[in-house]
């Protein structure tokens, strides 16, 4: 018994370690600004929430605006399209030039608010203005909060060569292998200190 008391901490420790990777971690990550003609783009919106704010009421909207009025800002924007929305756990895709190619490519729990155009052209160059508005129901007051993020897209024949992004990936992959092997001997490590203390205790009873 005591043996095993030895070796809770142990396994606790991993036990802690393997639930810490699984929860989902919301990353504030910017949107790629180049398309390439006749492919599908993600604008990525991502709008973190605290963990109070999780039953919060989320809507989203963007809207596109001409590159050549981008000077003037989203909130003077006169010629600003509304383009898609999100509203009451509905996607909306509204009228217009994008009307059939844009689709909700968000997530469940609304931090990650992104959409997806399909077959891109290079009408489709410009700035995308993300809006979030979350809504708070206390006990004695509704306070909310307002969230803009902006997108200047360009839209090219040919992807350019981004070694940034590849060695990113790279990294990402190798440090993934490093956790699982570190995890792997660790446990292993404890496994071998379970069986020898087990052993131990039964020679001694013996």
Not at 34 to 41: D, F, R, T
Not at 101 to 121: A, E, F, K, P
Not at 197 to 206: P, V
């Amino acid at each position: 018994m005591t043996a095993r008391t030895r070796v809770q901490p142990c396994m606790l420790f991993l036990l802690i370690f393997v639930v810490h990777l699984s929860q989902p971690v919301c990353v504030n990550v910017p949107s790629e600004t180049e398309a390439v003609l006749g492919k599908s783009m993600k604008l990525t919106c991502i709008s973190c929430m605290k963990r109070e704010e999780v039953s919060a009421k989320t809507s989203v909207d963007w809207f596109y605006q001409p590159k050549e009025d981008q000077n003037t800002g989203f909130d003077n924007c006169q010629d600003c399209m509304h383009i898609f929305e999100y509203k009451d756990g509905q996607p909306n895709e509204l009228e217009g030039p994008w009307k059939g190619r844009l689709s909700w490519n968000g997530s469940q729990d609304l931090q990650d608010v992104s959409i997806r155009i399909r077959n891109v052209t290079y009408n489709d160059s410009g700035v995308y203005h993300c809006r979030v508005f979350r809504k708070f129901d206390f006990d004695y007051f509704t306070p909310s909060v307002t969230k803009n993020m902006t997108i200047n897209l360009s839209v090219k024949e040919k992807a350019s060569e981004d070694p940034t992004a590849l060695y990113s990936e790279i990294m990402m992959y190798v440090l993934l292998v490093f956790l699982t092997f570190w995890l792997l001997v660790e446990m292993v490590y404890c496994y071998r200190k379970i069986s020898k203390s087990d052993e131990q205790a039964q020679d001694t009873a013996y």
